[in-house]
């Protein structure tokens, strides 16, 4: 099956951001990624606005026509931004509003009333929903009794592993994604991608629906360019 890539542009949010006017222009950005062969793109709006601000969040909906996946904790404010907005779909990850970057994913367990709440008012209002996850099966079950649609699995972990032991970094999320599978979700992966590691990610996982991708992509970016930057990460997820 073919995987999609999801281009994140919080990074670009950041850039901006250092000078305080319009300069990377998000907006532009996305539809240039989308042009150049982005599936999707990714942004994650926090409470101080330290990359994506709400209002980027409008300025995308009008012009990305890929996938839009707006990821978050879903706090009141984030919810009602995104059944305002309505993008394709909303992952829903565990950290706290200070958070340097979703370093774990959700105890689905734990916090299956809230999920489900949350899952069936962004359902309701068109959402498709993955809910962030580390590999293990408990909360991948729990993912899809809450009423999620798919999961994300959270890939540091493999990330870190692979350059020593790729097979034993890779093993849990294969695992993951047939019992995603099994119960019928689909299947995200984000978190520490790379052109290092991607293709063998993507060879070995069955049922990868999208990676999505931020970090290394825009580091990649500014030496090869954005468009050959897209097209390698591309590469990486051709069906073979
Ligand atoms: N998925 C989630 C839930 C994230 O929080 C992030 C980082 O914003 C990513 C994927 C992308 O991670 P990276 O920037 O390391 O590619």
Redesign the pocket.
Known sequence: MSTNLSV?I??IATLRNARGENVPDVVKVAVDCERMGANGI?V?PRPDERHIRRADVYDLQKVVRTEFNI?GYPAPEFMSLVTDVKPEQV?L?P?APDAL??SAGWNVIDNYQFLADITQRLKQAGIRVSI?VDPEAGQIEAAARVGADRV?L???PY?DLFPLNPEKAVSPYVEASKIAHAVGLGV?A?????LLNLEFFHARLPYLNEV???????CDALYLGLAETIKRYKECLRVC
């Open positions: 994140n919080n990074k990714t994650h990821e992952t990850v950290d970057t979703s962030f994300e959270y890939t540091k990330a995200n984000g978190h520490d991608l790379s999505s991708i931020g970090h290394a992509l825009i």
